[in-house]
């Protein structure tokens, strides 16, 4: 079994759907020289591409080699140039890191204050805040209950 992502013309994923595997050949329609090729014929306009279900923020999860970064989600990016999906940018101050470009990043980093091993503190970003003196952007969230 393997895993397909349909992407319009803004390179942006639409679907992703379950197919065969890529590794059986023997079954493909003939005509087609890949399961991408032949699963594009049936989406009008859209281009077809594999993706690994095993593979998250460049790494992949068993072990094994990662493919195309990340696993396509309904509206992450295909980066043609670099063979990737990427997913969608959460906050307009966010870029991929540095150490691992298929991962967003905040501009300042998680704030690290846990010295109380029950201390259960979670931080949100607020780009408001960030965009405001870009010095302030995680922020505690309040947690139920506590």
């Known amino acids: 079994m393997a895993h397909y992502a349909f992407i319009n013309t803004d390179n942006i994923v639409v679907e992703v759907i379950t197919g065969k595997d890529e590794t059986d050949t023997e079954t493909l329609p003939e005509g087609f020289d890949s399961w991408e090729?032949?699963?594009?014929?049936?989406?009008?306009?859209?281009?077809?591409?594999?993706?690994?279900?095993?593979?998250?923020?460049g790494e992949h999860?068993?072990?094994?080699?990662?493919?195309?970064?990340n696993?396509?989600?309904?509206?992450y990016t295909y980066e043609e140039e670099?063979?990737?999906?990427?997913?969608?940018?959460?906050?307009?101050s966010w870029q991929l890191y540095a150490d691992n470009p298929y991962v967003w990043a905040a501009p300042l980093p998680y704030p690290n204050d846990f010295t109380d091993p029950d201390d259960i503190s979670i931080y949100g970003w607020?780009?408001?805040?960030?965009?405001?003196?870009?010095?302030t952007g995680w922020v505690l969230v309040e947690?139920?209950?506590?």
């Open 37 to 57: 090729q032949y699963y594009e014929t049936k989406r009008d306009g859209l281009i077809c591409k594999r993706t690994s279900y095993n593979t998250q923020n």
């Open 61 to 69: 999860l068993l072990d094994g080699t990662p493919f195309r970064a």
């Open 71 to 75: 696993y396509a989600g309904i509206g």
């Open 82 to 92: 670099d063979d990737i999906f990427l997913p969608p940018k959460p906050y307009p």
């Open 126 to 135: 607020d780009e408001e805040a960030y965009q405001a003196d870009n010095t």
């Open 143 to 146: 947690v139920e209950g506590e």
